[in-house]
């Protein structure tokens, strides 16, 4: 029993905190690979497709979005899960 208190302390404290910080996980989920997006895929995609790239038939934007996404998303997650440990840290 003792353990399911602790739980549900740890679960209502995380919700606490996540009512104030929910901003900046939006910002960080959401808005950061729609900018990495433009910045590498649009931008500097539209600079490489100039040069006719050999990417077997696909624009830069095609071949390096599943990429940037799958990036965004690891690093969304190892950050989201390694920031207790990192915040506990003094």
Not at 9 to 33: C, D, E, K, Y
Not at 61 to 78: E, I, S
């Amino acid at each position: 029993m003792d353990s399911v208190r602790r739980t549900v302390a740890v679960v209502g404290w995380q919700a606490h905190s996540f009512r104030r910080l929910w901003r900046g996980s939006i910002t960080t989920s959401f808005l950061n690979p729609i900018f990495f997006l433009v910045s590498i895929g649009v931008l500097l995609g539209s600079l490489i497709d100039e040069s006719n790239p050999n990417l077997g038939g696909l624009s830069y934007l095609q071949f390096v979005a599943p990429a940037l996404l799958a990036t965004t998303a690891m690093q969304t997650a190892a950050s989201v899960t390694t920031f207790p440990v990192r915040a506990g840290l003094k």
